[in-house]
């Protein structure tokens, strides 16, 4: 074969190759257009019956030299890259995105401007046990200058026969407190209909990580005016826990603080691991402020500060941490939970 055959047929190819461009962006173009009427039916991108009509299509006009099964596998691909095509698409319009919205969400919680920049705190007890284990808690964080308490008066326990928490008696005691200290309560609703009843108690809702996928309870934090603080599941990916701040913010609240709690791995060595790179990828790709719980995360006493220093570092946009008067008889998470002089050398520490 002369060389002048060899540049021409390499020629043809790549003509072939342009018409074959050509035609899979076109393609891609109509596959666009059909999500959108999808969209706007309500119906699933995805339609398997549909797609092995078209891969049916394919082999039934094959004539060769490729093989059905070659074809297949070449055409399924070409089909997935158009279902991320939309899946991007779509990604683009949530309402979390920064692509959405530029901008830093700022949240204003008793002062505290979650979002701006600066390093906040969010800390107190495991469990709300009683009015004198709160006080205690509540003096020290006012004492460095904090303005949120948290604590917890429903407990989503692994087990229903630990300790389930104080209930509504619990909201009122931190209530009565947090007015005493002037701090802000946050603290976790576990139950939709709680809700509106909580409003008059707490500053802030939380969702902890067993509920992150409780979409009652998403909508129904979605639907009130109080900010949210939504902790990631214990096994969620990092889209399925921007998807769940998406069911409150599709409900009209978009005061939603995301906090990293840590997710289950084979590591035995902590608690849970501490995924600290979920903190910037989490900044990029949302809006929202961010904080990481260094308590439920690791889960030992002797990281939090580590931790916390890490999570700063990285730009989280503040920490929280359980602090007990006396963790050693604490009725939950006594392993981890700080005493008060523990609690002040940890701020001093990060204050530094
Ligand atoms: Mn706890």
Redesign the pocket.
């Known amino acids: 074969m002369s060389n002048e055959q060899l540049d021409q047929l390499r020629g043809k190819l790549d003509q072939v190759n342009l018409e074959i461009l050509d035609l899979i962006n076109k393609r891609a173009e109509l596959v666009q257009e059909i999500g959108q009427v999808k969209d706007k039916q309500g119906a699933n991108r995805f339609d398997p019956v549909r797609e092995r009509a078209m891969l049916d299509l394919i082999t039934d006009h094959n004539n060769g030299p490729f093989e059905n099964s070659t074809l297949e596998a070449l055409f399924k691909e070409i089909f997935k890259a158009s279902l991320e095509l939309q899946e991007d698409d779509h990604r683009k319009a949530l309402l979390v995105s920064r692509k959405k919205k530029p901008d830093n969400t700022i949240i204003d919680i008793n002062g505290e401007k979650f979002g701006d920049g600066e390093q906040h705190f969010i800390m107190g007890p495991?469990a709300v046990e009683s009015y004198d284990q709160v006080a205690k808690v509540a003096d020290a964080v006012k004492k460095q200058g904090l303005k949120l308490l948290r604590g917890?008066a429903f407990k989503p326990r692994t087990s229903p026969y630990d300790f389930q928490g104080l209930g509504l008696e619990g909201l009122q005691i931190l209530k009565k407190v947090a007015d005493e200290f002037g701090l802000a309560v946050v603290s976790e609703i576990v139950n939709p209909a709680d809700i509106e009843k909580a409003v008059d108690y707490i500053d802030v809702i939380q969702i902890g990580a067993r509920n992150m996928q409780n979409f009652e309870l998403l909508k129904a934090a979605g639907e009130v005016d109080k900010p949210v603080l939504l902790k990631r599941g214990l096994s969620a990916t990092i889209s399925e826990f921007i998807n769940a701040a998406e069911y409150i913010i599709s409900k009209g609240n978009g005061n939603i603080i995301l906090c990293e709690r840590g997710i289950r791995t084979y590591e035995k060595a902590t608690r849970n691991t501490l995924d600290i790179t979920a903190v910037p990828i989490l900044k990029q790709e949302t809006h929202l402020p961010v904080m990481v719980d260094v308590?439920?995360s690791t889960g030992r006493r002797d990281l939090l500060l580590p931790a916390a220093k890490a999570a700063l570092a990285i730009g989280a946009d503040g920490v929280m941490a359980?602090v007990h008067p006396d963790p050693a008889v604490a009725l939950?998470?006594s392993a981890q939970q700080m005493d008060i002089e523990t609690f002040n050398r940890f701020m001093a520490e990060l204050k530094k």
Do not use: A
């Open positions: 495991c917890g308590t439920h359980e939950s998470d």
